[in-house]
T-cell receptor, first 112, second 112 residues
Framework: KAGVTQTPRYLIKTRGQQVTLSCSPI?????VSWYQQTPGQGLQFLFE???????NKGNFPGRFSGRQFSNSRSEMNVSTLELGDSALYLC???????????FGQGTRLTVV | GENVEQHPSTLSVQEGDSAVIKCTYS??????FPWYKQELGKRPQLIID?????GEKKDQRIAVTLNKTAKHFSLHITETQPEDSAVYFC???????????FGAGTRLFVKA
């Protein structure tokens, strides 16, 4: 069974631009969550979607948004990029809450 | 606010020794506590998890204990091996299972 797939793997953007990241979950998984990983900061929760609905959101500015489609694929959008947005963005999928989350390999975003 | 604290941030042990990582969480409604291992350049992967109706769980050299009253949980690795070297994250699931908050991570070095 295919794992969680994130595209693209690497991205370089300029300050002020916007970016869209994609996450395809494991087949049958209806929950997708997104995390920002930076050195020393661990995994910061961005948001979680279940059956196309955002169930929860972390403490990030409104520039960070997301959505989930009917096939459970999810996208994350960051507008007006800042240098501090440079990070590894990980998504994880699971069947439902309180179960094992399977992570993708991440998208490494560099803002210059 | 919702928070998971993890200690220590770095842990260095001799091969064959035990390693203990401790976490505390803030949301008394949390019911699910997974532990993830992230090797360098790889995605986090679940190594063990525990639910609030269980006080201890063991899987070969790895064990996790949970004290719900004190809101503490710990990871114990016995007979450490060099391949145990990685970053370990504890996590607590909140908001009905649709928000998983991670600790900041512990970088474990096992010296041969």
């Amino acid at each position: 069974k295919a794992g969680v797939t994130q595209t693209p793997r690497y991205l370089i953007k300029t300050r002020g631009q916007q970016v869209t990241l994609s996450c395809s979950p494991i087949s049958g998984h209806r929950s997708v969550s997104w995390y920002q990983q930076t050195p020393g900061q661990g995994l910061q929760f961005l948001f979680e979607y279940f059956s196309e609905t955002q169930r929860n959101k972390g403490n990030f500015p409104g520039r960070f948004s997301g959505r989930q489609f009917s096939n459970s694929r999810s996208e994350m959008n960051v507008s007006t990029l800042e240098l501090g947005d440079s990070a590894l963005y990980l998504c994880a999928s699971r069947t439902e809450g309180d179960t094992e989350a399977f992570f993708g390999q991440g998208t490494r975003l560099t803002v210059v | 606010g919702e928070n998971v604290e993890q200690h220590p941030s770095t842990l260095s042990v001799q091969e064959g020794d035990s390693a203990v990582i401790k976490c505390t969480y803030s949301d008394s409604a949390s019911n699910y506590f997974p532990w993830y291992k992230q090797e360098l350049g790889k995605r986090p992967q679940l190594i063990i998890d525990i639910r609030s109706n269980v006080g201890e769980k063991k899987d070969q050299r790895i064990a996790v204990t949970l004290n719900k009253t004190a809101k503490h949980f710990s990871l114990h690795i016995t007979e450490t091996q060099p391949e145990d070297s990685a970053v370990y994250f504890c996590a607590a699931s909140m908001a009905g299972g649709f928000k998983t908050i991670f600790g900041a991570g512990t970088r474990l070095f096992v010296k041969a």
